[in-house]
């Protein structure tokens, strides 16, 4: 499973990057808003740390204003993936930067049957929001197994991009319901790497170490 971080923030990006272990990276105009940042010239600094897709959202709400903006972004940098709202517009839209070869990532999904619309209309990435619809008294992970179905089902190449991630435990079920990619806030991924016994492990190894004396250099 591919693993994209949900950020605007450089500094963590960079550091995180560096783990070797991220794919790309999702933003959206929340994330935007809280880096308190120029959109253009944050997203143009994010690819330039990265070479994998970055998903960079559009702010219209109408079919022409959406493809404007959206062909802005894409002259931003080759590794842009542009962002469409799961809505009427927005997939529309989609069907109209597939055609002109601009990579798509359509947000906000919370059906099965949103997502095949979104697959119809060639998006390269599908995003379900797995924590709003837990919030929402939903099983968030039952959608990405749903998708899932009916991706296979047609063989549509569109990519299941996990999103809405609220802990290592989302980050597992999505894998295992198959989603192709997960987009994960930074602190979330800080924390996969975390097991208590794995740190009570290493403290007992470290300490029988030291007893023998010996260096390995
Ligand atoms: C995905 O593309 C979105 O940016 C993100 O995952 C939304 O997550 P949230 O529900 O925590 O805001």
């Not at 994960?184 to 740190?199: C, G, N, Q, R, Y």
């Amino acid at each position: 499973m591919q693993i994209f971080l949900d950020t605007t923030d450089t500094a963590i990006l960079k550091d995180l990057v560096a783990t070797g272990l991220i794919d790309g990276v999702t933003t959206n105009p929340t994330l935007i808003a809280k880096s308190g940042r120029n959109m253009l010239e944050v997203i143009t600094e994010i690819c330039g740390i990265i070479s994998g897709p970055v998903s960079a959202e559009v702010a219209a709400m109408d079919v022409a204003g959406m493809l404007a903006e959206g062909r802005k972004l894409a002259a931003l940098a080759p590794n842009i993936v542009v962002k469409v709202p799961l809505t009427r517009e927005g997939l529309t839209a989609t069907a109209e930067f597939t055609a002109e070869g601009i990579q798509t990532n359509v947000t906000l999904c919370f059906s099965a049957a949103q997502a095949l619309l979104a697959a119809k209309a060639g998006a390269t990435y599908i995003s379900p929001f797995i924590g709003r619809l837990d919030d929402h008294g939903a099983n968030g992970m039952d959608l990405i197994t749903e998708i899932r179905a009916v991706y296979d089902n047609y063989d549509f190449d569109t990519e299941i991009l996990a999103a809405s991630i609220r802990s290592p435990q989302h980050v597992t079920e999505a894998a295992l319901a198959g989603a192709d990619c997960a987009t994960i806030p930074p602190d979330v991924f800080l924390a996969l790497f975390k097991h208590p016994l794995t740190e009570r492990g290493l403290q007992q190894f470290m300490a029988d170490w030291a007893k023998t004396g010996q260096s390995i250099l």
